[in-house]
């Protein structure tokens, strides 16, 4: 679906934005693997999230779906059910790699993970090499892809160093960990998302983080009432850039996650004089089991270029093509480094952000580990390919109402694999 967004005057009024993505998963999973039932409420509804409300089905799981709530019957942390066929992950990323570290402890029992054109381009290699140290059997296709065959077998606890900072390996580790002989312990460069550690907190497993390393150990069962998902700041962040980029703006977002993990973005924003005001969680020490929330005030204002370091990339990660939207309007030069893990999303965020808004007028340029975009005042506009990639359209949708002549987004239609009202809601605050 191609669908043309023109420049708009000024955007204004209040906003919640959709449950969040990441955490929404989470719930799902633990839900499945916990021994009472689970009440979920305010449960994202969107492709990514549904293809796990399915494939924990498919595992045994009963799955009652009521008006704003889920409540979810496990089977337990170790007797998921081998189901006949394939689970299909669909173009779920956050469902490829945390569900083998369940899988792989199903002692004697056997799983396929399958998806969509995207998901088999998407390496599953991070999250085999660490399981396979645990002892887990597991078969890619070429060494590093999907369909992957999972062969469930008794593991035991490892200490490990991620590479890069991801939230998806350290959660699929320590999801194994639970069920591992001992102790096992993840470090990693850089801080990432700590949605799993804290809602394991909260179903009594035992579990600390010291500085960057989390160390789980071996559990009985998970124990978790209920999960309250709050909204999601990867989406309401395509609404603060569009408040913040718009001149005479002023947009109240609320009920935003601001977990330190997950608002790195509005710590690049606010360092480039963009206006966004709300209680922010500080640096965390030890492990906490609540998800801190807060209303945003956004404003327009004249925005500074800035250079984000590695050690910002994991805060911000999915962001950060907003960064270089952002950009495009600031003084100056905005540099975005560490981040090669954006090569391997639904796209290869590096090209497609880079090509798309060179396309509507950008001086930008990749590197192999991020992007150079060069301040000119603006985006005169054109045509942006989604590319399958739920927040390339987004990004371009934005592009187009902060744009001098309009943007169309060519794949609009994918943005609902995240924010299946994302049209509606941001047409919904022009004034």
């Known amino acids: 679906m191609n669908v043309r967004f023109e420049p708009a005057a000024k955007l204004a009024g209040a906003l919640t934005p959709p449950a969040d993505k990441s955490i929404s998963h989470r719930a799902a999973l633990l839900g499945a693997m916990a021994s009472e039932p689970v009440r979920i409420h305010n449960y994202l509804h969107a492709a990514d999230t549904n293809s796990t409300l399915q494939a924990v089905h498919d595992l045994g799981a009963l799955v009652e779906v009521h008006d704003g709530e889920i409540v979810m019957r496990g089977t337990g942390l170790r007797d998921a059910h081998e189901p006949e066929g394939t689970i299909d992950v669909g173009n779920c990323g956050t469902l490829l790699r945390l569900l083998p570290g369940w899988l792989a402890a199903q002692d004697g029992r056997r799983f396929s993970l399958d998806g969509d054109e995207s998901i088999r381009r998407r390496p599953v290699d991070r999250v085999a090499i660490p399981l396979r140290l645990m002892g887990a059997e597991l078969a890619e296709t070429e060494g590093r892809f999907v369909p992957l065959t999972i062969s469930g077998k008794r593991l035991h606890s490892i200490s490990y160093e991620l590479p890069v900072a991801s939230a998806q390996v350290k959660s699929c580790?320590?999801?194994?960990?639970?069920?591992?002989?001992?102790?096992?312990?993840?470090?990693?460069?850089?801080?990432?998302?700590?949605?799993?550690?804290?809602?394991?907190?909260?179903?009594?497993?035992?579990?600390?983080?010291?500085?960057?390393?989390?160390?789980?150990?071996?559990?009985?069962?998970?124990?978790?009432?209920?999960?309250?998902?709050?909204?999601?700041?990867?989406?309401?962040?395509?609404?603060?850039?569009?408040?913040?980029?718009?001149?005479?703006?002023?947009?109240?977002?609320?009920?935003?996650?601001?977990?330190?993990?997950?608002?790195?973005?509005?710590?690049?924003?606010?360092?480039?004089?963009?206006?966004?005001?709300?209680?922010?969680?500080?640096?965390?020490?030890?492990?906490?089991?609540?998800?801190?929330?807060?209303?945003?005030?956004?404003?327009?204002?004249?925005?500074?270029?800035?250079?984000?370091?590695?050690?910002?990339?994991?805060?911000?990660?999915?962001?950060?093509?907003?960064?270089?939207?952002?950009?495009?309007?600031?003084?100056?030069?905005?540099?975005?480094?560490?981040?090669?893990?954006?090569?391997?999303?639904?796209?290869?965020?590096?090209?497609?952000?880079?090509?798309?808004?060179?396309?509507?007028?950008?001086?930008?340029?990749?590197?192999?580990?991020?992007?150079?975009?060069?301040?000119?005042g603006g985006l005169p506009g054109g045509v942006i390919d989604a590319h399958g990639d739920h927040r390339l359209a987004m990004m371009g949708a934005v592009a187009g109402l902060a744009s001098r002549e309009g943007v169309q987004v060519n794949g609009m239609d994918c943005a609902a694999v995240s924010y299946p009202g994302f049209e509606r809601d941001i047409r919904g605050l022009l004034r």
Request: hydrophobic content about 40%; overall charge negative.
């Open 173 to 376: 580790v320590l999801l194994a960990g639970l069920t591992a002989d001992g102790t096992t312990t993840v470090g990693e460069p850089s801080l990432s998302r700590d949605h799993t550690e804290r809602m394991l907190l909260r179903a009594g497993v035992s579990i600390h983080r010291h500085g960057r390393h989390v160390t789980v150990t071996n559990t009985d069962e998970l124990v978790l009432d209920e999960v309250v998902v709050p909204g999601d700041p990867s989406s309401a962040a395509f609404m603060i850039t569009a408040g913040v980029l718009i001149a005479g703006s002023r947009l109240l977002i609320k009920d935003v996650s601001v977990n330190w993990t997950r608002t790195g973005f509005l710590r690049i924003l606010r360092r480039m004089q963009g206006i966004v005001i709300g209680e922010f969680e500080e640096e965390p020490g030890e492990l906490c089991g609540q998800e801190p929330t807060s209303d945003l005030d956004v404003a327009a204002g004249a925005l500074e270029g800035t250079v984000v370091t590695p050690e910002e990339v994991p805060a911000a990660i999915d962001e950060l093509p907003l960064v270089a939207l952002l950009g495009c309007f600031a003084e100056g030069e905005t540099i975005v480094r560490g981040a090669q893990e954006l090569r391997v999303k639904e796209s290869d965020r590096i090209t497609t952000v880079v090509q798309g808004l060179r396309g509507l007028g950008a001086d930008i340029e990749a590197t192999d580990d991020g992007f150079v975009v060069r301040g000119s």
